[in-house]
């Protein structure tokens, strides 16, 4: 939370970003994307907290691009991105990108697409073919979404790791994975993802 000039604190979330030139024996504030909601994506987004949750990553051209979740007790919210020329300095005003995701993550294949894994409900991959994040397809849904308790299939939260140039690997929890017949039990999901250019 921010602290105002009265010396009391924002009531809503914003995005700290930090900088070492220490190999992290110090930090100092590089800049700040503030909570500004798109009331035409999300019309309780006045009564949010604010951001959470982000995920940056700096892009082929150096610039960077921040998504951050806004679920919070009002409901679900929209994910945010935003971007950044000047290494976290200053940013593009936050534009809502999907109406649900929580805990988003970011990979950068060398083919040079851009992926975002996020969730709740259910779990979602979107890719972005340019690897800017400007576009993304529609989510590729990895797990069914069997409830209106968005907590009842998957925490939702996700882990990616690059296996190869145009391949990586996605780990998320599942609660009712089917094991036989009318058997389900929690478990933890690992598949590889295969990501071609056409």
Known sequence: FMIGDGGSPDPKAHIFFYRST?????WKIQGRLLYQPDLKADPVGDKRDGFGEPASIILADGSVLCVARTTDGV????????????????????????????LPRLLRLENGVLVLSSGRPGVQLRF???????????????????????????????????????RFLIVNSHFKHVIGPGQTRKAIMVREVVVRRQ
């Open 75 to 102: 409901g679900i919210g929209p994910m945010y991105a935003a971007w950044s020329s000047d290494l976290g300095k200053t940013w593009s005003r936050p534009k809502a990108i999907a109406p649900n995701g929580v």
């Open 22 to 26: 220490d190999s992290g024996r110090s």
């Open 128 to 166: 972005s073919a340019d690897g800017k994040g400007r576009k993304w397809t529609k989510p590729y849904e990895l797990v069914p979404v069997t409830s209106k308790d968005f907590n009842a299939d998957t925490c939702g939260y996700t882990s990616m790791l690059a296996t190869g140039p145009d």
